[in-house]
């Protein structure tokens, strides 16, 4: 995993999890790596892990048992879809301002994106 | 929480040159701290103070709540900047030493560290490479059971493998009831493992904070603010 250093890793660490989750690689119910074995993975301080971890369990997004580790919390389909359409809805958000950036209009933006995804 | 380390106004002179000026830091249980600065900042000498081998010239430096002594010796694990082997050593033969030298090192672990890095117990520290030789030093630091680990530039000299090996082992031998202290200049290599980070110039600590607050209120990387910090020195 390569990290953005401008961006607290912490988040980044969030946004891959719950990336992971909606694309399916991670399963609802299914347990995280434990702190120890993903900070030598990725290679960041155990801290920063277990501060995404409580960040994630604030969001609902995990739980930890006491003893066994933290889990993905075993939530229906409705809310793999909203973390989906979170994720897209912040791509989209960064795109369109890169777009603006260049002077592509909106109405242009549509259309690039409409040629696209037609072509493929 | 309790402090690993807690230095108040410390002050240190060689002859009429201040080398610290001032300087107050405090480390918590569990932290992992990056000291940086350029050359002649006052990294090391901040470091051989805490780890009992310069005396200071006013200030007070508490490790565990201990002055430094033949006490806060057993407790600090200091790897300093420069190989201090013998070189008719072989790795055997350091293990060896630092075994008969302190009482909380941990053999088992020394070996485990040695076949991690990859390196050979019976080659001798004078044919070994400048990384091998700060690997070797680097595992036989980590292999005392010690509260605080006191790194002066861990990462110097050697390749980016082996500087992954070495954040590898620094992330590997963190525990929560020690405390970390690593002097760099590689702030990029290794900015991803700080829990503090501690920017210091002419003897002065000129920044101090959470690395991650740090990220996101001035919005750039540590390297990002290590080079506008320094940049106009």
Same mark, same amino acid.
């Given at each position: 995993m390569d990290f953005d250093k401008n961006v607290p890793i912490y988040m980044q660490i969030m946004f891959e999890i719950k990336r992971r989750i909606s694309t399916g690689q991670l399963?609802? =119910? =299914?347990?995280?790596?434990?702190?120890?074995?993903?900070a030598e993975e990725i290679k960041v301080n155990p801290n920063t892990i277990v501060r995404a971890y409580q960040e994630l369990e604030r969001e609902g997004v995990t739980e930890t048992r006491r003893g066994m580790g933290t889990f993905i919390v075993d939530s229906d389909k409705n809310s793999i879809l909203q973390m989906k359409n979170s994720i897209g809805k912040t791509f989209v958000q960064e795109f369109i301002k890169k777009m603006h950036e260049v002077g592509v209009t909106d109405a242009e933006i549509i259309n690039l994106v409409k040629e696209s995804i037609g072509e493929k | 929480m309790e402090k690993i380390l807690e230095i108040t106004n410390l002050t240190k002179k060689y $002859? /009429?040159?201040?080398?610290l000026k001032n300087v107050n830091l405090s480390l918590d249980k569990g932290r992992?701290? %990056?000291?940086?600065? &350029?050359?002649? /900042?006052?990294?090391?000498?901040?470091? *051989? !103070? +805490?780890?009992?081998?310069?005396? /200071?010239?006013? %200030? #007070?430096v508490l490790v565990c709540g *201990? *002055? +430094?002594?033949?006490?806060?010796? *057993?407790?600090v694990s200091f790897l300093p900047d420069k190989n201090v082997l013998y070189p008719y050593m072989k790795a055997i033969d350091a293990i060896n030493f630092f075994q008969n030298y302190y009482d909380d090192f941990d053999v088992n672990k020394a070996f485990e560290l040695l076949d991690f890095m990859k390196l050979d117990k019976d080659e001798k520290v004078s044919s070994m490479s400048k990384g091998m030789i700060e690997k070797l030093n680097l595992s036989l630091t980590f292999s005392r059971n010690a509260k605080? $680990?006191?790194?002066?530039? &861990?990462? %110097?000299?050697?390749? &980016?493998?082996?500087? #992954?090996?070495? !954040? /590898?082992t620094i992330i590997k031998t963190y525990n929560e009831d020690s405390s970390i202290i690593i002097s760099t200049h590689l702030v990029n290599d290794v900015e991803s493992i700080f829990d503090d980070v501690c920017f210091i110039d002419k003897g002065e600590i000129v920044l101090c904070g959470s690395a991650e607050q740090l990220r996101s209120e001035k919005n750039c990387s540590i390297d990002k603010l290590y080079i506008e910090t320094f940049q106009n020195n």
């Open positions: 399963n609802p =119910g =299914g347990k995280l790596p434990s702190v120890r074995d993903l | $002859f /009429s040159k201040k080398a992992i701290l %990056g000291l940086m600065g &350029p050359n002649g /900042s006052g990294k090391t000498s901040l470091l *051989k !103070i +805490i780890a009992g081998l310069q005396h /200071s010239n006013s %200030g #007070e *201990k *002055k +430094i002594g033949t006490e806060t010796k *057993k407790l605080l $680990f006191v790194l002066d530039e &861990p990462l %110097g000299g050697v390749d &980016p493998v082996a500087r #992954e090996k070495i !954040i /590898s």
